[in-house]
């Protein structure tokens, strides 16, 4: 798959929330269902209301001790990592320190990150500048939000990262949005768009009838619930993509 071709599957799957690519995910036969997600840890700090689509720039960094030459040296080649990765790239970043003690994310990091094509950041550390960042539409989720930027520098980048307790590395897909994060195997990309739309329609036997009783004032059957549920769980499995 080419980048492009990447970013399109991307963009396209923006339109559905997570839960709806986590149970996407499961009309995979190989796909092993409770995996490849972030733990509640991770949130999003500023306002969220769509879903970020994207493949994976990492770094490590830590903030609590000042950088040695080498760490500080690897700041550039680090932007050039993000931008390499190409526009629509999500940041994850895992923090090093024994628990988040200063922020790399600020306005200004945002604000870079969005002009090197990146959409938001993941981070197991802290962020702040809060206020302005609101007002970037750049994802922001993290586990803490700090005061100081301390001495945030870069350890490592474009390797394995672990944030969440999900293990990632650059160029994996993810997506983000005000449920946490979820990992989309790179290899389901083409078929995600149908798998989304299919599992969405087939919670639709019971919504519906549901629905339809709740504008009447009326309650419902058990007998029936079962039955809509058995049309729910029938078109979950005609869902199945292979
Ligand atoms: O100063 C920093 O390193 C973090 C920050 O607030 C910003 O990027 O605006
Ligand atoms: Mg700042």
Not at 28 to 33: A, G, N, Q, V
Not at 70 to 76: D, G, L, N, V
Not at 192 to 198: I, K, L, P, V
Request: net charge negative; hydrophobic share 35%; charged share 25%.
């Amino acid at each position: 798959m080419t980048k492009e071709e990447i970013r399109n599957y991307c963009d396209r799957l923006t339109q559905f929330d997570t839960p709806t690519i986590s149970n996407a995910l499961e009309c995979f036969s190989d796909f092993k269902r409770g995996t490849g997600f972030m733990d509640y840890t991770i949130k999003p700090v500023v306002s969220c209301t769509t879903t970020y689509v994207g493949p994976v720039a990492t770094a490590k960094i830590a903030t609590e001790f000042p950088a040695t030459p080498e760490e500080q040296a690897k700041m550039m080649p680090y932007y050039q990592h993000v931008k390499d990765m190409g526009p629509g790239c999500i940041v994850v970043q895992q923090d090093m320190d024994l628990k988040p003690v200063g922020s790399f994310w600020g306005e200004v990091n945002a604000t870079q990150h969005l002009a090197l094509g990146c959409q938001g950041v993941v981070t197991s550390g802290g962020v702040r500048d809060l206020k302005e960042v609101s007002g970037l539409g750049f994802g922001y989720f993290a586990k803490e939000v700090v005061v100081s930027h301390a001495h945030t520098h870069v350890v490592d980048f474009a390797c394995k990262v672990t944030v969440g307790g999900l293990e990632l590395e650059p160029g994996d897909i993810i997506a983000c949005d005000i449920h946490g994060i979820i990992r989309i195997p790179v290899e389901y990309l083409p078929d995600m768009e149908r798998a989304c739309r299919n599992i969405a329609l087939a919670e639709l036997p019971v919504l519906e009838p549901c629905r339809r009783a709740i504008m009447n004032g009326e309650t419902v059957e058990i007998e029936d619930l079962k039955k809509w549920r058995e049309g729910m769980a029938k078109a979950r499995e005609n869902s199945k993509i292979r």
